[in-house]
T-cell receptor
């Protein structure tokens, strides 16, 4: 079964502290992994995807196939990073629906 | 260019009434998805359209839910005989089926609309 688990509903960190949002997945095959972010009063938008191996807004995520994890990290949190973060996966066979985790609300405290 | 748009932005209805939610995808995007975002359940896939292929309806929670896509563009999600548990934010997303040419052979990025917040009283 396809499943994405985000164990933390809420994560609070101080500004300047490192951030790690956890994501574990279950999928038979080779999925593609994504992080989506939803800022207050804004639409859901793509933050990064593992295939691109990019760093967006200082965030990175490494796919660990052995641990089936795709944790999102940032060395120094900023107040503007406060948002809802969703980890998601899709199959690699072209366009397929996303399977989302339940999300983690990140709160960065000044 | 314009992103995915959805209407109405908010809808309040009485239990038992039918509602229609509309999605306008990004021009040229032939893949269109409906998701539901509810408290405690996170984001759930409902239905997926890809070009002229038969839609993937595997995520629809009951036969009260249906969707169509006319002319390969605009889509309407219909909920019949609404129930209070249907209250949620309904999100639409679209993507360009470029066979992954811009992403190394895998699925293209999905772009989301602002959602329709449905409240069933």
């Amino acid at each position: 079964a396809q499943r994405v688990t985000q164990p933390e509903k809420l994560l609070s960190v101080f500004k300047g502290a490192p951030v790690e949002l956890k994501c574990n997945y279950s999928y038979s095959g080779s999925p593609e992994l994504f992080w989506y972010v939803q800022y207050s009063r804004q639409r859901l938008q793509l933050l990064l995807r593992h295939i691109s191996r990019e760093s967006i807004k200082g965030f990175t995520a490494d796919l660990n196939k052995g641990e089936t994890s795709f944790h999102l990290k940032k060395p120094f949190a900023q107040e503007e990073d406060s948002a809802m973060y969703y980890c998601a996966l899709s199959g690699r066979a072209g366009n397929t629906p996303l399977v989302f985790g339940k999300g983690t609300r990140l709160s960065v405290i000044a | 260019g314009a992103g995915v748009s959805q209407s109405p932005s908010n809808k309040v209805t009485e239990k038992g009434k039918d509602v229609e939610l509309r999605c306008d995808p990004i021009s040229g995007h032939t893949a269109l998805y409906w998701y539901r975002q509810s408290l405690g359940q996170g984001l759930e896939f409902l239905i997926y359209f890809q070009g002229n292929s038969a839609p993937d309806k595997s995520g629809l929670p009951s036969d009260r839910f249906s969707a169509e896509r006319t002319g390969g563009s605009v889509s309407t999600l219909t909920i019949q005989r609404t129930q209070q548990e249907d209250s949620a934010v309904y999100l639409c997303a679209s993507s360009f089926p470029g066979q992954g040419k811009t992403s190394g052979g895998v699925g293209e990025t999905q772009y989301f609309g602002p959602g329709t917040r449905l409240l069933v009283l």
